[in-house]
């Protein structure tokens, strides 16, 4: 009795297992055709397990260690990125200069005094050089020392002036005492130009305003004619 149960359920488990293959294949082909729709032409799971071994593709080591460097080097490139943006953006800070440090340190101090010190250099230097006293309008002509007649080359001071037309590093003007007194050291300005001399000679017809003054040679008498300027008196 035992056994024919056996035998019917293993009958029926026998018949269960043919009709439950068949479905499940069925099923399984349904559902891969349905897949290969959707995805277009990918390949699906069943159909790259037949393919030859070149057509697999499997990610190597290689593939995997070059995406990584990859990530790495874009992650540090980026961070470099927002590092300089940082600096270019970055607002300039000025530090803050502390109270006590002005009121108790010597730089300030020195600093004030330097000021001082160059307004007193300054005033000295501005008493040294000594304002022009008189402006006049002059007419200005030229002579030599050396000439034919009533020329010594010695200057109403005694000054030797036939090697030179300097002395004491100022041009030598003669004038009429009364108006320019001798060894007054003027400034000449004649047609924009000025210069220093000195006054240390006089001459006969060197009347009021009348200067000459002390050149070289003949032809720069000539040539330098007669003109018009102004005398101003420093000393």
């Known amino acids: ?12 488990s026998v ?17 891969e055709q349905n897949l290969h729709k959707t995805e277009g032409n990918e390949d699906s799971i069943k159909e790259s397990f037949y393919k ?20 790495a080097q874009t992650n540090k490139e980026q ?32 600093h004030k005094l330097f000021k001082n010190k160059n ?3 300054k005033h000295k230097k501005e008493n040294k050089t000594p304002a022009a006293k008189k402006t006049i309008q002059v007419k200005l002509s030229a002579y030599i020392a050396h000439c034919q007649e009533g020329c010594t080359g010695t200057t109403r001071t005694g000054v030797d002036v036939t090697r030179s037309i300097y002395y004491k590093g100022y041009r ?6 009364s108006v320019i007194p001798l060894n007054s050291i003027v400034e000449v300005r004649i047609g924009g130009k ?26 720069d008498a000539i040539n330098f004619g007669k003109q018009s300027g102004t005398i101003s008196i420093i000393s």
């Open 1 to 12: 009795m035992n056994k024919n149960k056996i035998k019917t359920h293993i009958s029926r």
């Open 15 to 31: 018949y269960g297992m043919m009709i439950l293959i068949p479905l499940t294949t069925f099923s399984y082909i349904s559902y």
């Open 52 to 71: 030859k071994p070149r057509q697999i593709r499997i990610p190597s080591s290689e593939n995997i260690v070059l995406r990584l460097f990859k990530k």
């Open 79 to 110: 961070q470099l990125k927002r590092h300089t943006e940082k600096i270019i953006s970055a607002k300039l800070i000025k530090p803050k200069q502390s109270k006590k440090r002005h009121r108790k340190g010597g730089e300030t101090v020195k």
């Open 119 to 121: 307004k007193i250099y």
């Open 172 to 177: 030598v003007i003669a004038t009429d005492p």
């Open 194 to 219: 000025t210069f220093k001399a000195i006054a240390i000679d006089t001459g006969g017809a060197i009347v009021g305003n009348k200067v000459d003054l002390l050149v070289a040679t003949e032809r």
